[in-house]
């Protein structure tokens, strides 16, 4: 692999230096700009949790849904720029790098926390890779049975199972894990980026909601507070990229510093996908007012024009394939890295063959949970919530303290853990209103017997 001999020639490469055909840490010549960067950034943003954001908006009202996204947005894109700044440890310029969102945890914070974010990390990654799995095959049964519903004229309720659909997707996923080097994977996030803007143009007509929300009658009080609490890890869910900051951020060119490159492309994503994503909710909310669905596209009877549905379905199909591969490609390298570690002599697991054994399992095991637990609009919240505060925010914060050499109980210091500890606060509430939702979806449930 092409890894593998950049990382062989690092050796005799020193760490300040590097020439034409060569970075100062002795890998080829990154050539990533704000331009690919962003959109790395975008394909990871704009994914499946932008068609929640509607039952998002209703459950929060026309006050506090744009507000709490705007919110969200601002801690995403400050927390970013605190993670820019930890690519390289010590120097900015001249530092060394840390090419993955672990490395830089082991270079600022070390120890047991290295252990704890990579746990985090990686059952984050697993969670998201099953959500995209949901969403693609929702997607594709939207299409079979929009066309079907429209050559019966609406007399056939075209019910289906969605097991195919994931192993269909599971199938595509296994073939694109072939992909081996992350940053040759910009064309893919440049496709994604374009499908994501097509499918989160879709809407309806006339103004409806109110300004706080779904009122109390069409659900309980206690069902209010907990949909509210869902709706902040629909919401978070939908930020959620800083964990694959770092592996964006290396395949960035230098000079300009790549801290200064990425807090651009995170400006300009960010503010992009801020736009879509008010348009999305506010929309979608508007449109169907308390009746909003889970799923945008899918949960509800709107089938005509059904070949507007057609393409919009087709284009989330076609981004979540190119943001399963941008998101899970970390993962698939530290799984053969361990591979590689525990059985060092083994053929079949160091040897560059054709099928990757270990990305491969990891595709069949998300594709199987997938198929168990197909809640789309509770995972959404789950994920977001669960991802949000160790992630995006605890190590992001810590490490740049680290980093800056921040005193204790200095005033920067204690507004930073001010700052953590309230989104610690809304990752809990998150939590308890998704988990509230899961365990209503499971007393009328039946593993493997998903029909929609």
């Not at 979540?320 to 970390?330: D, H, I, N, R, T």
Request: charged share 15%.
């Amino acid at each position: 692999m092409v890894q593998n001999q950049q990382e062989a020639f690092a050796v005799d490469m020193p760490q300040s230096g590097g020439s034409k055909c060569f970075d100062d840490d002795g890998r080829i010549k990154r050539t990533g700009s704000v331009w690919t960067a962003s959109a790395h950034i975008i394909t990871a943003v704009i994914g499946s949790g932008v068609l929640s954001l509607a039952w998002a908006t209703a459950q929060l009202g026309w006050l506090a849904g744009p507000v709490v996204m705007l919110l969200f947005s601002i801690v995403t894109y400050f927390t970013s720029t605190l993670l820019a700044a930890c690519y390289r440890s010590g120097d900015p310029i001249s530092g060394k790098r840390n090419y993955t969102y672990m490395d830089a945890v082991r270079s600022n914070l070390g120890g047991v926390k290295v252990k704890l974010c990579g746990i985090v990390q990686y059952l984050n990654l697993f969670g998201v890779a099953i959500g995209y799995t949901i969403a693609s095959a929702i997607s594709m049964m939207a299409i079979k049975r929009s066309n079907c519903f429209h050559k019966s004229g609406g007399k056939d309720p075209c019910h289906m199972n969605s097991n195919p659909y994931m192993i269909a997707f599971g199938l595509v996923q296994i073939i694109f894990s072939q992909i081996p080097d992350f940053d040759q994977l910009w064309w893919l996030s440049v496709l994604a980026a374009v499908m994501s803007f097509t499918y989160s143009s879709a809407a309806n007509g006339k103004v409806k909601g109110s300004l706080t929300g779904i009122s109390i009658g069409a659900v309980t009080e206690t069902q209010k507070i907990w949909r509210s609490f869902q709706a902040l890890g629909d919401i978070a869910f939908a930020y959620s990229y800083s964990i694959i900051l770092i592996e964006i951020q290396d395949t960035v060119k230098s000079p300009p510093s790549e801290e200064k490159t990425m807090k651009k492309a995170t400006l300009v994503s960010v503010g992009v996908t801020t736009m879509f994503y008010m348009l999305c909710g506010c929309m979608g909310y508007a449109a169907f007012g308390d009746m909003s669905p889970g799923n945008l596209l899918t949960g509800f009877g709107f089938y005509n024009p059904y070949w507007l549905l057609d393409i919009a379905n087709a284009a989330i199909v076609v981004h979540l394939v190119g943001a399963y591969q941008v998101y899970c490609q970390p993962l698939f390298a530290f799984i053969e890295r361990q591979a590689s570690t525990r059985f060092p002599d083994s053929d079949f697991i160091a040897k560059d063959i054709k099928i990757p054994v270990p990305g491969t399992v990891f595709v069949i095991i998300t594709t199987l949970i997938s198929m168990l637990l197909p809640f789309f609009n509770d995972v959404v919240g789950l994920l977001g919530a669960l991802g949000f505060w160790p992630l995006t925010v605890y190590f992001p914060v810590e490490m740049y303290i680290e980093q800056k050499k921040i005193p204790r109980w200095s005033t920067q210091w204690v507004c930073l853990q001010v700052f953590s500890s309230a989104c610690l606060v809304v990752s809990i509430a998150a939590a308890a209103g998704s988990i509230a939702g899961v365990v209503l979806d499971l007393k009328s449930y039946k593993p493997f017997q998903s029909n929609y």
